[in-house]
């Protein structure tokens, strides 16, 4: 279902998708769309209502979006083409041999058949990233645990990798914290942020004001790191 409201002379467009859950949340993906899952039941005025209350914040996320990188172009993954690691642009630099990809220095240095096709070189090198994502990710917890154990967050979550569209990172009902591959792009101040965020997560789940004073307690230069990260866009990787 497809709606609008108008705020501050501005129309905000977004769709709706009716779902069995108990609350409303509402989605500002990177192309500026906006998503509302809503529970099966809810009336349109309540919908529309919980927009309407929410507006300021998604012309907020809308403008911090329209501000990021735009998009790769399609890659094809061949000597030249520049991807995030670590908050450094490191170039790629192709050769030919066995399949394998490693840094050396400013580049990452991916090795393939001659015959590979770009499918085949860009499945070589998600495969890379996405290994590379869960060791940093796994070794970035373990440090950040330190921090919230002094605010009573002590038993370690499950984690995961994996290919997130509208998010950096989020924390399940389950107690399980699933991390953006892509992340990996981005510096390990800013890595942290984002795994000290969904932790703080696990104590209070939403963003009410005590979960803002507990991620000032555990992270003090998480406004900074969320700044830099605004800064980061899709690698286009996946």
Known sequence: MNYSINHKETEIFFTVELR???????QVNRDRSVRVLAPKLST??????????????ILKKQGE???????????????????GYLGRELELKLITGSAGVEIEGEKIVMTAPEYFSTEQRKKLFQNWY??????????????????????GIRKKPEFSSRIMRRSWGSCTAKRQIHLNIE???AAVQCIDF????????LKEPNHSPRFYNLLEKVCPGWKTAKNELKKTGSMGIY
């Open 20 to 26: 069995n859950r108990r609350s409303t949340s509402i």
């Open 44 to 57: 349109k005025r309540a919908i529309l209502q919980v927009v309407s209350e929410k507006a300021d914040w």
């Open 65 to 83: 979006f329209s501000q990021q990188p735009p998009a790769q172009a399609e890659r094809r993954y061949l000597s030249g083409e520049k991807f």
């Open 130 to 151: 996405r290994k590379q994502s869960e060791e940093i990710f796994a070794e970035r917890l373990d440090d950040c645990m330190k921090f919230v154990k002094t605010a």
């Open 183 to 185: 992340l990996i792009s």
């Open 194 to 201: 984002v795994i000290l965020h969904e932790l703080c997560h």
